[in-house]
């Protein structure tokens, strides 16, 4: 899941929640992982995402309910900030970095923020993320992959596949890995209706519940 900005294109830690044993994962993995995102209260990650061309792009991301999100870009467009306060509706962007002008001031739904699927700034955390693949999953099935490593943490994966006949633009499967403690999911794999890749995310370096101060968000 990380979202590709058209005019721009999430400092960072191991995860340190555990909400279940790493050595005993849960029966319903997604369930568990959607439980421990209900629990945290902020989170910081490097989402490092590459397309099916082999675009890359890398954003420093950060989330604090109830819903304030930071993204610092590193590529492209190295140096842009962005910044959705909820209690305003509103997106700040600094295309060229903080302190820098502009300052632009827009809905997280104007066309300069959404991405080529769709994807907005302000419904871009872990949450929305799972509660798409429960949605999914509910009207498709979903498949254990087992147990591996990745980056060095535990972690369970699973194959979630939507019902024949989905949009072409649409995500119509995820292969995602779970990590075993904080349930956050360390790498999530998209593919098309046509079997194809989407996007693969890299976000491995979690952190769960940091200190994120109110300056954070409104530089």
Known sequence: ???RWPLLALLFLPPTAMAYP???????PLGAAEACFEALHSYQVTLRATDAAGAREVIRYAF???GWV???FEQPHRGAVLVYAPDTG?????PFGLGYWPRLDLAPDHPLLRNPRGHRVDRSDVGVLLAHMRALRER????PLGDAQLAGQAATGLEITGPAGGRADAVQRYRVWLAQGSGFP?????????????????MSDARIDPPLPDRFFTP
């Not at 790493?22 to 319903?28: F, I």
């Not at 509103?90 to 600094?94: G, Q």
């Not at 498709?140 to 498949?143: I, V």
Request: proline share 10%; hydrophobic share 45%.
């Open 22 to 28: 790493p050595t005993a994962p849960p029966a319903d």
């Open 70 to 72: 930071r993204m610092d």
């Open 140 to 143: 498709g099935s979903a498949m």
């Open 90 to 94: 509103r997106v700040r962007l600094w």
């Open 1 to 3: 899941m990380a979202w």
């Open 64 to 66: 604090r309910k109830p």
């Open 186 to 202: 360390l790498r999530v794999d998209s593919f098309g209706a046509d079997g194809g890749l989407i996007e693969s995310v890299d």
